[in-house]
């Protein structure tokens, strides 16, 4: 099928968004890299997504500029956004409260982010609902909302890890194993 | 292929977003449902979708209570954002901006989004930039941008409409043959 002039990536910006981010998966896998999750079997155990899919979808992402593959510790390599991956931020915010309103489980979200300064909940606006500023993707916690469920037996390392209190864009496991952030050492 | 606990649709509000507008198509559709387009032919037209496929998202949107089918005066039925569908807002306007950040065009972005009350732009966090208030998606106008191509002799009408400002939610085309928004009549 052609491609139309308004989904040919020349002209439309939202067009060009939803080719990058739109496919059923991609955007799953940038949420999880903002929680922090930086390894191949971290995204494939938590997402519950098979090897070979996981592989070609952070292929895509690479190739987008959304993700950029780093050195870890050890012998293998680690996923993390980049800028263009973390300027996705407040689409995945806009959706997640999207879906949280009108598909979320009867207790509320099951995350709710906010200012790492005050710890006060981040508004759909993007700023602190305390202090009233824009709050940067580096100073936003994740946090367990009213929605999330209680942690199960079979819980995988990154929904065990993510029922505390995390700081986007730190690596949510094994900080000992991964380059330190920019933003600082992990809490 | 299961469908793994974190896109089961129970537990992830992102996930659950996915389902719904993550599809190639449908995030389009939507876009151009707050430009004021309402009709099935329009859509076609606009996006250069096969009718088939149109209509198979058309009936996913209405399934999702994202749009309703609303009289029309004549004998056709148009399609109109539920207040699902016009929460869907922010993250049409998020995805929007990182496109135009990242994939747009040289001159820069094709539409600008302004507060009709001041004719200022949006900015990124939804307020006017002028008055620094939050804009109601009713009273934003989608007005031409420096990146917008010039008209085209083939240009279909939703796209020659769209070269003048106009405000979201309002029939784009045919305002006399189409239900008057609740807002006011059309300017």
Do not use: N
């Not at 079997?41 to 090897?51: S, V």
């Not at 598909?103 to 006060?120: K, L, M, S």
């Not at 993707?137 to 037996?153: M, N, Y």
């Amino acid at each position: 099928m052609p491609l139309p002039r308004d989904y040919s990536g020349q002209t439309c910006a939202l067009a060009r968004s939803m080719e990058v981010i739109g496919e059923r998966w991609t955007l799953l896998i940038v949420r999880d890299a903002f929680y922090g999750v930086r390894r191949f079997g971290e995204f494939a155990a938590h997402l519950r997504l098979p090897r070979a899919v996981l592989a070609d979808r952070l292929t895509t992402l690479i190739d987008a500029g959304v993700l950029e593959r780093l050195p870890d510790t050890g012998r293998r390599e680690v996923y993390g956004l980049t800028p263009k991956g973390i300027a996705l931020w407040p689409a995945v915010r806009a959706l997640t409260t999207w879906g949280d309103a009108f598909h979320g489980v009867a207790g509320g979200p099951r995350r709710v982010f906010r200012h790492a300064t005050d710890d006060a909940p981040i508004g759909d606006d993007g700023r602190c609902t305390d202090c009233g500023r824009p709050v940067e993707v580096g100073d936003i916690l994740v946090t367990p909302g009213p929605g999330l469920a209680p942690a199960a037996e079979d819980d995988d390392p990154v929904t065990r890890a993510l029922a505390r209190p995390h700081r986007l864009l730190r690596p949510l496991l094994d900080p000992a194993r991964t380059p330190r952030p920019k933003r600082g050492s992990h809490p």
